[in-house]
């Protein structure tokens, strides 16, 4: 299975939903509300609207020819998606699925996306930054998935997670990740399965490199440093 992972400290959430504008809070604007392995839209779908996570995790992927899914990001609060829309494309390429219950994602209409953009200047540039970072992140990404091993992927996708949800123990200099993902989001997004994950994550336990449970994952910081250089 291929994949790509990418995920933004910004919370566009808060950034893009109409409701944080005076000028539409009073217009009808509902959430839609899924369960897990609803698809939100389907590969060759009109695409009108743009979405935003208001809770929950969403799937991106696609099918490739012969048939195996292709995950190209899983996405979770705070984070849009549909995004091409914006730019004129009119059938999505890809498909949306549901992955954790009770999501609720917030869908924005393309006119009233491009209306509030020719509206705010700031908005707007702030809109094409977070989208243009985006795409420079998967095709970085991509090339890992191409031309690294496994461990190199996993060592890299870490690399990710502390720049998106680290923060620094002043006690003991180690990082702390406390991150939305699980060991089975966590070996599709780096290409492979739960059983090498857990190999591989193991493998930098008893090496000392880190620690982890469920959803935290300490980097110890001097040895890790040295894993990295």
């Known amino acids: 299975m291929e994949s790509l992972w990418y995920s933004e400290k910004t919370n566009l959430f808060n950034l893009l939903c109409p409701h944080k504008f005076k000028d ?25 609207k743009v979405y935003l996570i ?21 996405l979770s609060k705070g984070e849009i998606f549909g995004e091409k829309a914006i730019y004129g ?11 954790e219950k009770n999501t609720a994602v917030c869908p924005v209409d393309c006119e009233t996306l491009h209306n509030l953009m020719r509206e705010n200047r700031s908005f707007s540039l702030r809109v094409y930054k977070i989208l243009g970072g ?20 996993l060592i890299e996708f870490l690399q990710e997670l502390d720049e998106d ?22 070996a599709t997004l780096i290409a492979t399965s739960r059983p090498t994950l857990n190999i591989l ?3 930098l336990r008893q090496d000392n490199f880190l620690d982890f449970t469920r959803k935290e994952i300490v980097l110890k910081s001097n040895q890790w440093q040295q894993k990295i250089l």
Do not use: S
């Open 134 to 153: 985006r795409i420079k992140k998967l095709e970085r990404h991509l090339k890992v998935l191409l031309f690294k091993d496994t461990k190199t992927r």
């Open 165 to 186: 949800y680290g923060c620094c123990c002043p006690k003991t200099g180690n990082k702390i990740i406390k991150h939305p993902y699980t060991q089975k989001d966590i």
């Open 24 to 48: 539409y809070k009073k217009q009808e604007h509902n959430f839609n509300e899924y369960k897990t392995k609803d698809y939100v839209y389907f590969e060759n779908d009109a695409a009108k």
């Open 89 to 99: 494309i009119e059938e999505r390429n890809e498909f949306a699925q549901v992955i």
């Open 201 to 203: 994550m193991n493998e």
């Open 54 to 74: 208001a809770k929950g995790k969403i799937k991106i992927g696609y099918f490739n020819e012969e048939g195996d899914e292709v995950v190209k990001a899983i």
